[in-house]
């Protein structure tokens, strides 16, 4: 794909699977320029602003601490879980009680509650930066509904 002929595409093709051809088009277009490293410079920026990768990394530590993660595979796949759990709106935030003698034997009482939902801010502001990126390269248009 060449950076002078823009690739033509709508909205709902966008939306709709791509051939891998065109997605590795778009991809190298991407990552030949500076595309990926500013997607990532906003979203890193916008998580770090928003606390989220803090309160990530205090998860992560205690998960460790707490024994429910011995490797960095288990505790990314525990860390992945919960902020997929938080971003449907599932309240999984309970404070290891069973409400009648103690602990129910998943962590206990001092295990903290932890906000893990990705920032709205980060979602509008990571768009943007893609829709931005992708303007670059490809001719992106909207049809009207």
Not at 14 to 33: E, P, V, W
Not at 97 to 119: R, S
């Amino acid at each position: 794909m060449s950076a002078n002929k823009p690739v033509s595409m709508s909205t709902s093709e966008a939306q709709n699977h791509i051939s891998a051809n065109l997605r590795n088009n778009i991809y190298s277009a991407l990552l030949s320029g500076d595309g990926i490293r500013n997607i990532e410079g906003t979203l890193d920026r916008q998580l770090a602003e928003s606390g989220f990768k803090d309160e990530l990394r205090r998860y992560v530590t205690d998960l460790f601490r707490s024994g429910q993660a011995s490797t960095v595979d288990e505790a990314r796949t525990l860390a992945m879980e919960k902020i997929k759990q938080q971003q449907r709106g599932e309240d999984d935030q309970s404070n290891g009680t069973n409400g009648v003698n103690g602990t129910n034997g998943t962590h206990g009482d001092d295990f903290e509650k932890y906000e893990l939902k990705i920032p709205t801010k980060a979602i509008v502001e990571g768009t943007k930066t893609v829709r931005k990126e992708l303007e670059k390269i490809c001719d992106v248009t909207e049809e009207d509904s």
